[in-house]
């Protein structure tokens, strides 16, 4: 019965450091929402810039739920509280994660989380400064005629939204190439050869997260692409170092 209660104990200590990571990641989430809160309404205005431009002289959005209005703001305060608060969110897992890690793992760790980070915020930058307004101006402009083109808030706030993370999560590539090469799973010369199965998964991909039109999913295929090549070019260099530390050794 001790032996089993001695073997049981790091498990639960583990349960209680996953717990207390994941009080603090909330928390964190919570506090950067409870500052965003008084700011909503700008938040929503910043929000819906790249759609109101694209709106015909006098047009507007529109609100089809009765508290659309009200929750909507909010929403929005929380996802971007969310993404403000990834690195602390990333900062937790990777203290969560580190004590089983090698030091030579560790040292990666770091470079890893702060590329991650950077990649995710620049994937929705791109959507929003890049994409959606070329994006709305087309569908604009594809209105048929006697239709009026007034979106609905909470429409566009989840398809909005899920272009956010679509665009984040795509432009990971380059990280997830490193990461798979510095680990073993893969070489860069594998990855090369596999070019032409990649740019068409690209495409695919893009098709799956995307909105069912040919512009935004030529719209993510292309940067995604391009990242493959960053991503490789960075594995093929850190695999030649390693084989001049090497042979240096």
Known sequence: MNQEAKKSEPFVSHLIELRNRLVWALGAVLVVFVCLVPFAGQIYSWFAEPLLASLPAGGSMIAIDPHGTFFIPFKLAFALAFAIAIPFVLYQAWS???????????????????????LFYLGILFAYFVVFPLMFEFFAKMTPEGVAFTPDIGSYMSFALSLFFAFGVAFEVPVAIVLLTRIGVISAGSVAKKRPYFILGAFVLAMLMTPPDPFSQVMMAVPVCLLFELGLFVAKRLEKNDLKSERLE
Do not use: D, N, Q
Request: hydrophobic share 50%.
């Open 96 to 118: 969560f994660i580190a004590p089983g890690l090698y030091s030579k793992e560790k040292r990666i760790v770091l470079p890893l989380v702060v590329s991650t980070t950077a």
